[in-house]
């Protein structure tokens, strides 16, 4: 999905949410567990529940990976499963020596290899540029850089003082050297509303993907004010929140309670 | 396996060698590729061929991944085949928020997930303490977080310049706070021995992996006048130069050629 379709959809939609499909089989509702597939059950009706409502839908690997060859033919059939018109993203922050990121690449890129065809991969960026290039050599396809995480755990590096900046901004602008922003997205936490600025001037133009709002605590006003461009240029995940709004049937009805209160909230500020 | 097991494999081996198995199913022998699982097969081979001479054994899991779920039925029959007096690498370099690299490392240290065991797991520092510290829940099971890579990019963030140190600095001795020699090695790449010597006097008891001798050019005499210690200290991987000895039906004895070579200049050294 180009830029264009990605911010036609989200005027459209009056939504720029993305649902996590952190999928946990020991959180999946008792009337599905004797399903073929659990995980791919929920996560069709979850689909089913918030494909109008949502622009993006974001796998979140570990999630998938924890349950084997098992867990990687849910991820395909999920992945199968999302309509055409939603941005898939591949929560995976992978990253190694270039042949190394060459691989995680044509996993999430190229049908022909795992069968996972998404339109975007999550790259953690401490390996430096021959661990993100390889991603961008696919036309079409995106990278969505760490930059500066929703987690307890970022202020030890990621905040870390680099001459007259810290190493989030070092990483922001040295990526910028990398890709524009048709192919290069930042990870950018909700519970960091104070930096979200500050980025945003670094990242005048490109997309920021926003986790952290819902059970992590972030505000999605504080967020979309200082995020928003004239292009939308914002994602928000929620996952937890949504997924697992109700344990019991009736969960698909809760997550799009939920859904639609978060795309509601949205359109007011697009 | 711990620290003292670790050890007393070195020097009763007289070796310090990590096989990485980096196996493209696009390398391997043309006489392997109608074996139900040519990956299994020549990994099997590799392993028979080596594991008198290695101490260690590293499948980059972005090889297996790129493979789909067929892919993860060969790492699981690889790490089941790898003898018990070896120790086994999970070169995956995840990281990510606590939730989710809890996730992370059931994956590759619960059996009960995804059928795999392994020793360790390479870690990602980016995102911080919470992005770690659910590895080393695991009673016995190691982190091996990376510091300064052996890739072209490590420049681009891990040597940037913070107070008087370099990131990579920091993360080392960050990262000594979460955990000690017991549970803790660091990554450090051959193509990086001018930084090895820094690198022992912040870390001297802690293990290294040292990935980037062979293919990548690093020299095995440099990292080992500069990483040993008086218990070994050292774990040197080589990949490429070992799995690729030979594209023919003697590449098992070509591998172990080479890795005889490595062993003993090893053996010289400790």
């Known amino acids: 999905m180009t830029h264009n379709e990605l911010t036609q959809q989200i005027f459209s939609k009056q939504s720029y949410l993305c649902v996590g499909l952190d999928t946990d089989p020991r959180k999946i509702p008792h009337s599905l567990q004797n399903e073929p597939d659990p995980v791919f059950a929920f996560n069709r009706q979850i689909i089913d529940a918030t494909a109008d409502l949502a622009v993006a839908y974001k796998p979140n690997i570990a999630f998938y990976e924890a349950q084997g060859p098992r867990g990687w033919e849910s991820l395909q059939k999920t992945l199968d499963y999302i309509p055409a018109n939603c941005f898939t993203i591949a929560d995976a922050k992978r990253g190694d020596i270039g042949n190394t990121s060459g691989l995680y690449a044509r996993t999430f890129f190229d049908p022909s290899a795992a069968g996972l065809d998404f339109d975007s991969v999550t790259v953690a960026p401490y390996m430096g540029h021959d661990s993100v ?77 926003v986790p952290g709002v819902g059970a992590q605590g972030g505000s999605l006003a504080d967020v979309s004010k200082r ?19 109700s344990g019991g049937t009736d969960f698909a009805e809760k997550a799009r309670a939920e859904a639609q209160a978060l795309q509601q909230e949205m359109a007011s500020y697009l």
């Open 227 to 245: 995020g928003l461009t004239p292009n939308g240029g914002l994602l928000v995940n929620a996952s937890r929140s949504i997924l697992y709004a």
């Open 133 to 209: 290039t390889p991603f961008l050599e696919y036309a079409g396809k995106w990278v969505i850089l760490l930059a500066l995480t929703s987690n307890p755990g970022s202020a030890d590096f990621q905040r870390q003082p680099i001459n007259e900046q810290e190493l989030f901004e070092v990483v922001i602008e040295t990526a910028k050297t990398w890709a524009g922003p048709d192919q290069l997205m930042f990870v950018v936490g909700a519970t960091q509303a104070d930096e979200l600025s500050r980025i945003r001037e670094l990242a005048p133009d490109h997309f920021l993907l």
